[in-house]
């Protein structure tokens, strides 16, 4: 096998699906004797995800302290940073982990012999609803300069359906590839302990667990809502939150918690070690408006954790089930698949939060709450028998997606 010199390339070193995704092929394609480098366009003190000495970053002051002519500046800076560190390291192949990394790789051509994986990892027609400046450019490149990457990965077929039916993506450089997942480390680590005596002591109490950022995008107050309503109904269970995410999102829930007198909600915050959590929890909840194909789905699979999920996207389908590949949009009632339930989607056209009076105890949030119930109640899991629990996790082998990854078309 010739030499590979590999660079991950990412906004952040948060610990969102992404970065975890990023961490997983870099300790992958080390193990297996290659050079691996993780570069951040933003490197901060807080951050989870940490490639050490193979770290390389392009800033230390966040988008957010930057005037807009900095940031202006800063981001025309980025393609040029950017093959320089490609002359620097030798790099022979690039990925990039979202709308910004692919951008900034594909300004920088196609003529520097390096192989340049861009990768997309949620539907676009709906998160391009939010019509920023950066989000048109963004749209702009499906028909301009994503040319110049080599290859461009969808983690989900409606992903890559989305892309050429909704977004009029041009270019023939489209492949299927699901996130990989290291089963084995996921096991690992989910035996940790828990951090401290009181969390120790939370977990001993029926979980509904949200693992994620908590961003506009996964909509974490019609989770609290439904979680209020099934407890009003008698639901007895404590509704965990574990991630960091938007300051307006966050006061918005606590404004909620405050406003209905919701009890038993936590904030535990982010955790470098998410799988000793879900391990312990009762049931993974997703209320997203839109998704690619959430890396916490496979780890809850992984451990066994049932998942109740908005039906964001097709792609959660083609995780949850061994069968199906999708559910109609228009679906009227929870559907039970392989791996847990499937609600209709909360997502209705605008991206942004609501105000507490519009925020209305609706059928959509009924048929949530009794899937809660329902997952906390029964275990859809017995019939995750081995032959079906294999026929889930085999497509996100990381051996074999690693390798894809790499792969010329």
Known sequence: MSERRILLFMP??????????????????????????????????????????????????????????????????????????????????????????????AFTGNNDGVYKVGSIHALKSIEFTNKSW?????????????????????ISKAIKKDLLENLEYKFD?????????????ILEKASDKLDTDQELELFKKPIILFLGRLSIQKAPWHLLNSFYLAQKEGLSAELVFIGDGDNSVIDFLE??????????????????NPYKYLKRAKVLALSSYYEGTPNVIVEAICLGIPIVSTNCTDGIVELMSSTLQSIPKEQETAKKLDSGWITPTFFKGNLEIPSLDELRIEELTKKFAKALTFALANDPLKMNEQRIHNELLSKFEISFVAEKYLAHL
């Not at 450089?173 to 480390?185: A, K």
């Not at 405050?258 to 535990?268: A, G, M, P, R, S």
């Open 255 to 272: 404004k909620m918690l405050e406003k209905f007198k919701i009890k038993n909600v936590h904030f535990l915050g982010r955790k470098p």
């Open 134 to 154: 950066l989000n048109k450019l963004f749209k702009s490149g499906f028909k301009t300069y994503y040319k110049n990457l080599d290859k461009v990965v969808c």
């Open 12 to 105: 952040y070193g948060s610990v969102g699906g992404m970065e975890r995704l990023a961490l997983t092929f870099y300790n992958y394609y080390k193990s297996i004797g290659h050079q691996v480098y993780g570069l951040k366009i933003i490197k901060l003190d807080t951050d989870i995800i940490s490639f050490g000495e193979n770290e390389i970053y392009m800033s230390t002051s966040d988008f957010s302290q930057m005037r807009i002519d900095q940031r202006l500046l800063f981001y025309l800076s980025c393609p040029s940073k950017l093959k320089n560190i490609f002359k620097k390291k030798k790099i022979t192949h690039c990925i990039c982990f979202g709308d910004m990394a692919n951008t900034i790789c």
């Open 173 to 185: 450089n489209l492949e299927v590839i699901y996130n990989p997942h290291d089963i084995s480390l």
